[in-house]
């Protein structure tokens, strides 16, 4: 019983790490998702991280722009809308 809770503990810290790590850019998983072009998949992928391991994410990291994955994603979403604005137009 007390191996398993280590071990448990160790794999959620483990996974903690990985979702909080930052490339070169210090960009995280969750501002690599809102980087991508495919909105689509960006979206689904965002959603999947946060439903499953949200409360393991520090949502306050910044990347090398001062960027958080919530700046990131309020950006993607104005995109989504110029696009919708401009298909509408035309």
Known sequence: MIIEAALKA???ELLKSSL????Q???TLLH???KNKDRQLSR???EK???TCGELI???LVNNKGLTFNDLEKSARADE???QVEKQRH
Do not use: A, S, T, Y
């Open 32 to 34: 690599l998702c809102f």
């Open 44 to 46: 689904l992928l965002f």
């Open 49 to 51: 991280i946060v439903q």
């Open 25 to 27: 850019d210090g960009d």
């Open 20 to 23: 909080n790590n930052q490339n």
């Open 81 to 83: 809308f110029r696009e």
């Open 10 to 12: 160790k794999e959620v």
């Open 58 to 60: 520090d949502m306050n």
